[in-house]
């Protein structure tokens, strides 16, 4: 009889996951070809291009990690899915009044569909829908309260109080983000935002500006995995339903115009960063984080991306069979 690779999740007698990631780390290390560091905005330059890290958080709280696994770096986009999950908790379903819910095919920080689609953006994931989707959680409150609930989310997600945002970076995005800033004026014209722009920016940046490692944020996603639910203690944190629609977006929407490609080679729901971050989800098996400053074109982690389709292809992990 044989036993289907990882088949539940918590079988120990299965492939030794710690070996699987650790190779896959020392095979990204070795590469030649590492994508380019996004440089738009200036802080983010400076990351290493050679760093890479993995960690893969289980359905029995065990981490297995590979590389740099424990180095916090910028996770600018994949805070997303986190502000997403809070404005949904806030609002529930007439959030979607305010963002669609279908891919783009276009660029993260895209102007000209806003101007199609009466400044509605497309997604909660581009750049608009984002900053739309911060609009909500500030409404209410001043821009520092709902700085401090995000951090106390991502820091209770991952049960990890050192979690914290890196001030120079949002101040680099703030300094240099004229674009996000036609994004945001575009919205508010057509009343789509309801604070005063600056404010919705300034905890867009800040969100964005969150430091995490992979070892914090696989454990900060244990929820989209496990139904809602974090496993480690039993703890709800949205409704099994939510988190299969969280995940339903990422799959969709989670690599900008490169979320095809993503399924295609991955066939899991991610959502990638310009930090060269991903957070990826094997329902009811793990929450998978990966490293790698470099971009492909799309502006998604080269390497990344290589890494995440490996460890899929080893272990047979796929939402499509
Ligand atoms: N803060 C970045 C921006 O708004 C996030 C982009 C990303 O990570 O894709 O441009």
Redesign the pocket.
């Known amino acids: 009889m044989t036993t289907p690779p990882f088949a539940t999740g918590t079988d120990k007698t299965v492939p030794d996951l710690d070996l699987i990631v650790r190779e896959i780390a020392e095979e990204m290390r070795a590469r030649p070809d590492r994508g380019e560091v996004?440089s738009?905005?200036p802080e983010l330059a400076r990351a290493d291009p050679t760093a890479f890290g993995i960690a893969v958080a289980d359905a029995d709280g065990h981490v297995a990690v590979g590389g740099d696994a424990d180095v916090p770096f910028s996770i600018?986009?994949?805070s997303k899915v986190f502000t997403l999950t809070l404005a949904l908790g806030k609002v529930g379903d007439r959030l979607w009044k305010r963002v669609g819910r279908e891919p783009s095919g276009s660029a993260?920080?895209s102007i000209v569909q806003l101007e199609a689609e009466n400044g509605i953006p497309r997604n909660p994931f581009i750049?608009a829908g984002?900053i739309a989707v911060t609009d909500v959680i500030l409404s209410g409150h001043q821009p520092k309260e709902v700085l401090g609930e995000i951090l106390r989310f991502m820091r209770f997600l991952a049960d990890d109080p050192s979690i914290s945002m890196d001030d120079a970076v949002a101040a680099s995005?703030q300094r240099t983000?004229f674009?996000?800033r036609s994004l945001a004026n575009y919205m508010k014209a057509f009343d789509v935002l309801e604070n005063p722009v600056d404010y919705t920016l300034g905890v867009?940046?800040h969100h964005?500006?969150l430091a995490m490692s992979c070892r914090q944020l696989a454990l900060a996603g244990r929820f989209l995995a496990h139904g809602g639910r974090n496993p480690a203690t039993g703890l709800s944190v949205v409704s099994p339903e939510r988190a299969r629609r969280i995940n339903a977006i990422m799959m969709t929407c989670g690599h900008?115009d490169g979320s095809g490609e993503f399924a295609y080679r991955v066939g899991l729901p991610g959502k990638?960063?310009?930090?060269g971050g991903i957070l990826a989800i094997a329902p009811r098996k793990a929450s998978i984080a990966v490293w790698s400053p470099g971009l492909d074109a799309s502006?998604n982690s080269h390497l990344g991306r290589i890494a995440l389709e490996m460890l899929t292809q080893r272990l047979g992990w796929s939402v499509f069979g």
Request: proline share 0%; aromatic share 20%; hydrophobic share 35%.
């Open positions: 996004a738009y905005i600018q986009s994949i993260f920080n750049n984002a995005e983000g674009r996000n867009y940046f964005c500006a900008y990638s960063g310009v930090g502006g």
